[in-house]
């Protein structure tokens, strides 16, 4: 792989994008997983939130590194295909319901800017149908795209299992010996609410208060 071409992560969050970072991070890339816009440890942009806005941001970004994925890089694309010609593209996807109910989990009824501009609302819970929308227009679209170009997109589905044998193929790297990584998982995430010293953390901060 030509060290100027890039490798793009272009599915929508909860779709095994940290898995996929921590993938390409054990091939050697440097990656950014994801920009966190107005919220903690993130970056600052005035609402409501525009394309215009965010995508100096995200540019400056991938100047940086190998390769990127997650919010907002998936709404990008376009834009990012014109900037870096020749590079890869990685639309991660999961079956609609499940996803939906990821994001259900993951958002609820948690207002974000970040959420607003993807979606049109600013948060999940009562606007499941129009998440779910937008999420099957976005790879529609991506499929569309790149129709015509399919050494371009891999359209990969990590919690069916794939793993190494795909996207090493289609990066043309050798399949590392290590395990493929599964981060971030529901699982994951509920062992470590439930970790002695969270709770151990949840009393300490209790008690002060």
């Not at 921590?22 to 997983?33: D, E, K, P, S």
């Not at 390769?67 to 590079?87: G, I, K, M, W």
């Not at 259900?104 to 998440?131: M, P, T």
């Not at 399949?175 to 470590?192: M, V």
Request: glycine share 6%.
């Amino acid at each position: 792989m030509p060290v100027s071409q890039k490798i793009f992560g272009i599915g929508f969050h909860k779709t095994g994008t940290s898995s996929l970072a921590q993938a390409l991070r054990l091939l050697g890339c440097r990656v950014v997983h994801g920009i966190v816009i107005n919220g903690p440890k993130g970056v600052t942009i005035e609402p409501p939130v525009t394309m215009e806005k965010v995508l100096p941001l995200a540019l400056a970004y991938v100047r940086e590194v190998d390769a990127v994925c997650d919010n907002p890089f998936p709404l990008l694309y376009r834009e990012l295909d014109a900037e870096f010609p020749h590079s890869k593209f990685i639309l991660t996807t999961r079956e609609p319901r499940e996803w939906l109910e990821s994001i259900q989990r993951h958002f609820g009824k948690r207002d974000s800017d970040a959420l607003q501009w993807i979606y049109g609302v600013s948060h999940v819970s009562g606007n499941e149908a129009r998440c779910l929308q937008i999420y099957s227009a976005h790879n529609a679209a991506v499929r569309a795209y790149f129709a015509k170009r399919p050494n371009d997109l891999l359209e990969i589905d990590l919690a069916k299992g794939e793993g190494w044998s795909r996207l090493c193929t289609f990066l043309d790297r050798p399949i590392p010996s290590a395990a493929f990584p599964h981060d971030n998982t529901a699982e994951e995430r509920e062992r470590k609410r439930n970790s002695p010293w969270r709770r151990f953390k949840q009393r300490f901060r209790g008690a002060l208060r």
